[in-house]
Every structure is written in C-alpha cells, then in structure tokens.
C-alpha cells in the first residue's frame, strides 16, 4: 500500500538498465536472499535465515508503512528482481539481495532516485531507521549522498538528509 494519500507508481526508472516495480504481493523469488546469512547479517544484525512467514510479515509491514519496490535490472532483454527498497517517512530501507549486484553502484542508483521521488512529494527530509556500525558499504552508501549521522541506535546509528529546494 502507497504512503496515504499519495498514488504509488508502477515503475521508476533509475537507469537504462535498473529500475523499480511497484510491489504486487507476490515475492517467494526473494527467500533465496533472506536465507542468506550474510545478507541477513546485514539486515538485521543476526544470521536467522528468514521462513516463509517471516518474509510475509517483513513486506506486509513495509508495503503498509510506505513504497515498496522490487529493484529490477535488464538482463538479455528481460527484467529481473535483484533486490527491494522501501520508502519512507521514518525509515528508508534497501537490501540488493543478488550478491553479483552489490559494489556496483546500484544501491547509490536506486537510493540517488528516491531521494528525488521524495524531493518530488514535498518530504523535508529523508531517514534511514539504523545502519549498523559492522555495515561500512551502507554507511559509504549513505554517507556518499549526504546523509548525516542522526541518533545512536543498539547497533550502530540513523542517518538523516535534509531535503533542500533544488
């Protein structure tokens, strides 16, 4: 479900060759990445591979909460699902679940567009919820865009990025 009140799109380019589908409901293709202990330790901090209800749960908050996509990448002429992204008021969300994805500036690609879709809606301000403190690739990733570090966390710290008029 969109943020209220604001009509979510179906696609976002990003680049020629990344871009962002709205999300539908269906995702078992992304268990594989939640399996994944790294993955997961990036995410969450521990190694629990994601069940099936967990994954349910991880969206349905998300797809509640704010835009959720699919990061999509051209691949011989078809789209494929490599990662997801969440955006939001309180807390922006990427994982690149393809690992042959990651270092490859997809992430600052993916994250460069919604800061602009959120410039576009009005937003003062953009906020990633926590970045641990072992998790040096987003900490550059959002450091690179201009992302400041916010608040203290268990883990690590929020990052904040004022919005300007542009």
Known sequence: MPIKNIAQPELLPVTDVLRLRKYGGGHAFALSWYLDPETVWLVDGDRVPYTPELLDKMYAHQDAYGELYFIEALEESS???????????????????????????????????????????????????????????????????????ELKTEKGHSYILPLGKE
């Open 79 to 149: 789209w494929r699902p490599i990662g997801d992204v969440c955006l939001s008021l309180d807390d922006f969300a990427i994982v690149i679940g393809e690992k042959a994805y990651r270092a490859k500036g997809v992430g600052r690609a993916v994250v460069s567009a919604l800061i602009e879709r959120a410039r576009a809606l009005g937003w003062e301000r953009v906020r990633v919820g926590g970045v641990y403190d072992f998790n040096a690739g987003s900490q550059r990733l959002f450091s690179s865009l201009g992302f400041q570090t």
